[in-house]
């Protein structure tokens, strides 16, 4: 299985400031047939289900807000909130969905300071 | 609308049979993989499996084969996860949810998700 790893677990942002969650796997999601990274983020609300951000690392998912942005290729990538607004506290998780079974990431809980 | 809905929350004892549902409505449910994932209390994602309504194609997490099995039915549009000796470590928010493209590939994201279903295995 490919582990990912996410990092912090928590983190807490000043409205209006800039957030930034890492994420590690323990292989690289990138295929060499059509150089896409594998890779999405997801941010869940309490009592909801999780909801698609990111695809293809970089891809933001129709609907999301430009302030949401994914980085990174090979095994490391980033999400970043440039502009922490109240409304996105939430955990935010990485899927690998290079290989079965599809890994998530542990979680990094967002927090306004 | 693109949606998914699930079946209602469950409660069982250990030892007894469950099958939860999924249905799909507003898109192809043939031409899309549906998955789930499992949510301990107060824990985060796990990846199960992803089955293919069309052919019945499935995959699943090494941790989870042979304790669970996925199954669709496509003339009614649902896809089922299903357990015939619950434990109480079964005792979770199961989501489905659909990957965003369309097949033949099985690797994707998911981008629809279904509003959950709890499930408690006590005795």
């Known amino acids: 299985d490919i582990v990912m790893a996410q990092s912090p677990d928590s983190l807490a942002v000043s409205l209006g400031e800039r957030a930034t969650i890492n994420c590690k796997s323990s292989?690289?999601?990138?295929?060499?047939?059509?150089?896409?990274?594998?890779l999405g983020w997801y941010q869940q609300k309490p009592g909801q289900p999780p909801k698609l951000l990111i695809y293809w690392a970089s891809t933001r998912e129709s609907g999301v807000p430009d302030r949401f942005s994914g980085s990174g290729s090979g095994t490391d990538f980033t999400l970043t909130i440039s502009s922490l607004q109240a409304e996105d506290v939430a955990v935010y998780y990485c899927?690998?969905?290079?290989?079965?079974?599809?890994?998530f990431g542990p979680g990094t809980k967002v927090d306004v300071k | 609308e693109v949606q998914l809905v699930q079946s209602g929350a469950e409660m069982k004892k250990p030892g007894e049979s469950l099958k939860i549902s999924c249905k799909g409505s507003g898109y192809s449910f043939t031409s899309y993989w549906i998955g789930w994932v499992r949510q301990m209390p107060g824990k985060g994602l796990e990846w199960m499996g992803i089955?293919?309504?069309?052919?019945?194609?499935?995959a699943y997490s090494p941790s989870l084969q042979g304790q669970v099995t996925i199954s669709a039915d496509k003339s009614i549009n649902t896809a089922y996860l299903q357990w015939s000796s619950l434990k109480a470590s079964d005792t979770a928010i199961y989501y489905c949810a659909r990957h965003r493209s369309p097949a033949p590939g099985r690797s994707d994201a998911f981008d629809i998700w279904g509003q959950g279903t709890m499930v408690t295995v006590s005795s």
């Open positions: 292989r690289s999601v990138l295929s060499s047939s059509n150089n896409k990274n594998y």
């Open positions: 089955i293919y309504p069309r052919d019945s194609d499935t």
């Open positions: 899927q690998q969905y290079y290989g079965t079974p599809f890994t």
